[in-house]
């Protein structure tokens, strides 16, 4: 496009008027191509960019939707993808965090983790989904753990606190 409006130029200059209308119009349509590239690479950065977030890969998508921004730096999706891609370091660790202690049983850690991995990119459904689990888990083994305490009282002859431990499990 800049070579054909060159030659243009040169043509109008020199006053060919025919020949410089037709370089500018060729000029016109490279141009018109160079805006309808833009909006095609655009959206194959955001879409690359999604998918290094998805397999964690914070760097890819750091560079995809800076990139994207640096072509159109009012893109709202491009600036919510950078913030999201800039906080993924943060959040893979809170979830091999939650996995640690959710594979050690401490569920009030796992719990803990995952919820704060949610918070930090609400987008990120396996955050929730893992929260989800893990209070669903703890949850478990609270009651689990009140129906043990329930018969052992009854085997104990402690019918008070056997009452107690088996209305607990109920009320979970």
Request: no cysteine; charged share 25%.
């Amino acid at each position: 496009a800049e070579e054909a409006f060159a030659a243009g130029q040169a043509a109008f200059e020199r006053r060919d008027y025919a020949t410089a209308r037709g370089a500018w119009e060729t000029a016109l349509e490279g141009l018109r191509g160079v805006e309808t590239g833009v909006s095609e690479r655009l959206g194959g950065l955001l879409a690359a960019g999604e998918e290094a977030l998805v397999r964690g890969d914070a760097e890819t998508a750091v560079r995809d939707f800076e990139m994207a921004l640096a072509m159109d730096p009012a893109n709202a999706a491009a600036d919510a993808g950078l913030a999201r891609a800039r906080n993924l370091p943060a959040l893979m660790a809170l979830m091999d965090a939650g996995a640690s202690a959710e594979a050690a049983g401490n569920f009030d850690a796992a719990v803990d983790a995952y919820a704060r991995a949610a918070t930090l990119d609400p987008a990120h459904a396996p955050a929730a989904e893992s929260r989800d689990r893990a209070v669903a888990a703890r949850a478990g083994a609270g009651y689990r753990r009140l129906m043990s305490e329930g018969y052992a009282a009854l085997a104990a002859g402690d019918y008070s606190a056997a009452r107690e431990r088996f209305s607990s499990a109920a009320r979970m």
